[in-house]
Structure formats: structure tokens, C-alpha cells
């Protein structure tokens, strides 16, 4: 079989929660003998590898799963990958739980930015915004055709980068006017962000079945809690160096790495959308 017939091989992906865990999967996926590109969409969660022959998909199916991830393959007359396996009305209430918990927190998070005057709580609250939003476009978008799931991810790519921009916009402004955020609100809403992702990853954990998906659980929440505790962290060195500048250098780590996703989703999203109009080959 040529390489050109096995190029419209996909495989939806579940787990992914970031640029990062795509660009993950794509560089491990590459490296197997016999694949020749990879194309690993977080707007999407589609994986679509071009393979010399068959027997190479077994390694490629195995290669992801190792770093943690679900996949599926999309059957052949589900080309635009309109279709997806059926997942468990529990597990269904469980990604519902976590929406709840990312988006609602969130909220209450931006609001806490503002009380307490920190540009970090603010940062990190996107952060939950920004995967509540993405689990819930995986979880209603579930039996939508690429064409509708790139479009709906466009929009969520380009509200996200909105608000990362509005937030590091609102940090430089505060380098110039300086104030000092309240590093106890600050470490209060940050510990409690934590508290939430253990939470999300609690509700998750029941259905994960072996090793690998343990670790996907794992890789769903280390992001967030990294940053927590970096949240965390500033908190306590604008309470022991009485200046705000820990608060507003987490915040902008934070917002860039924020758009960073929002930008990845923007671009998968538009190739996506380009795939879509030229419709499977003939």
C-alpha cells in the first residue's frame, strides 16, 4: 500500500488539553519507524498520520496511548470525523462535573483578580476558563462534522486570545502603575485553584482504566497546577519583598503561555476548516 493511500488515516485523541500535548504526540509519533508527518489537531482532537504501510498503526496507536492518551479510529466512511465512539453516560457526568469546575471557578477567580489586585489570579484564571471551554466543545461537538468543530473552535480560539491579550494588556499598564496586590487574597485563590484541579482530576480518575490513562489524568491537570502554585508562590514573595513585581512577572508567564494555546487552537482550527472545504479525496 502506497504512502499516499494511508494518508487519510485519523484517529481522534482524548486527553489533550493543550498545545503542548499535541505537540507531544506529534514529535513521539514521528519518530516511529515508518511515519513519514503527523498532523495533530488540538482544535479537533484528531490525529492524522501518514504511514508507509498498515502494520506501522499498531506502533503508532501503541507510541500514544504510552504518553498517556485515549485514541480511537475514525472509520473510513467518517472521513471528516463526524462520528466518534460512544462514551459512558459516567463518564459523560464526570467531563460535565469538571466543565462546572474549571468554568465556575474561573469565574469566581477573575473576580478574585480584582479584589485582590493581582494580575497572576487574573492570568490563572484564564487558564481554567480556557479548558473548561475546551473540554466543553469536546463534549457537545462529540458527533458534530470537522467542519462545525472547526469553526465552534475557532470562535473559542479567538475569544480566549481576547481575553490573554486584555490581561497581559492590563499587566504592562500596571508596570507603570504600580500597586501592590493583597498577597493574602493572592495565595488564598491560588491555593484553592489547586484544591479545584485535584478536585477535576478526583472526578476523572474513576474512569481511567491502566496505567496509561492514570497518567493521562495527570497530564490533564500538571499544567494547572503548575501554575497554582506558581500563583501560590508570587503570593508569598509580594508578601515578603512588599513589591508587586513576583505578582506581575507570574501574570505575564502565565498570559503568554495562554496565548500560546489560544493561537494554536486559531491555526489548527483554520487548517481544519481548509481540510473540511476540499472535502475527502477522490
Not at 505537540?23 to 488540538?42: F, H, L, N, Q
Not at 496505567?211 to 502554585?229: E, H, K, P, T
Not at 508567564?253 to 496565548?259: C, H, S
Amino acid at each position: 500500500m502506497s504512502t499516499s493511500a494511508m494518508t487519510d488515516v485519523q484517529y481522534r485523541i482524548t486527553g489533550m488539553d493543550c498545545s503542548a500535548c499535541a505537540a507531544k504526540i506529534e514529535a513521539a509519533t514521528r519518530d516511529v519507524a515508518g511515519v513519514t508527518s503527523v498532523k495533530v489537531s488540538i482544535a479537533s482532537q484528531l490525529m492524522t498520520p501518514a504511514v508507509a504501510n498498515t502494520p506501522v498503526l499498531p506502533n503508532v496507536e501503541r507510541t500514544v496511548t504510552d504518553l498517556g492518551y485515549q485514541l480511537s479510529r475514525v472509520d473510513e466512511a467518517d472521513s471528516d470525523g463526524s462520528r466518534s465512539t460512544h462514551l459512558q453516560s459516567g463518564y459523560k457526568r464526570a467531563l460535565w462535573t469538571v466543565i462546572l469546575l474549571n468554568a465556575g471557578y474561573g469565574a469566581i477567580e477573575i473576580v478574585g483578580g480584582f479584589i485582590a489586585g493581582s494580575q497572576a489570579v487574573k492570568a490563572d484564571a484564564l487558564d481554567f476558563i480556557g479548558d473548561g471551554l475546551i473540554s466543553f466543545l469536546g463534549l457537545i461537538a462529540i458527533a458534530w462534522g470537522l467542519a462545525a468543530r472547526a469553526r465552534a473552535a475557532l470562535l473559542q480560539g479567538v475569544f480566549l486570545a481576547v481575553l490573554g491579550i486584555a490581561v497581559l494588556a492590563n499587566t504592562v499598564y500596571r508596570v507603570f502603575i504600580v500597586s501592590q496586590p493583597e498577597a493574602e487574597l493572592m495565595g488564598l485563590f491560588g491555593a484553592i485553584a489547586l484544591v479545584v484541579n485535584i478536585a477535576a482530576a478526583a472526578v476523572l480518575m474513576p474512569h481511567r482504566k491502566g496505567d496509561a490513562n492514570v497518567r493521562a489524568v495527570w497530564l490533564f491537570s500538571r499544567n494547572d497546577a503548575i501554575g497554582n502554585a506558581a500563583v501560590v508562590a508570587a503570593a508569598a514573595l509580594v508578601w515578603w519583598t512588599h513589591s508587586p513585581w513576583p505578582d506581575l512577572i507570574v501574570a505575564i508567564v502565565i498570559a503568554g503561555l495562554f496565548l500560546h494555546s489560544a493561537w494554536s487552537i486559531i491555526r489548527d482550527a483554520t487548517s481544519d476548516l481548509a481540510h473540511a472545504r476540499k472535502g475527502p479525496p477522490q
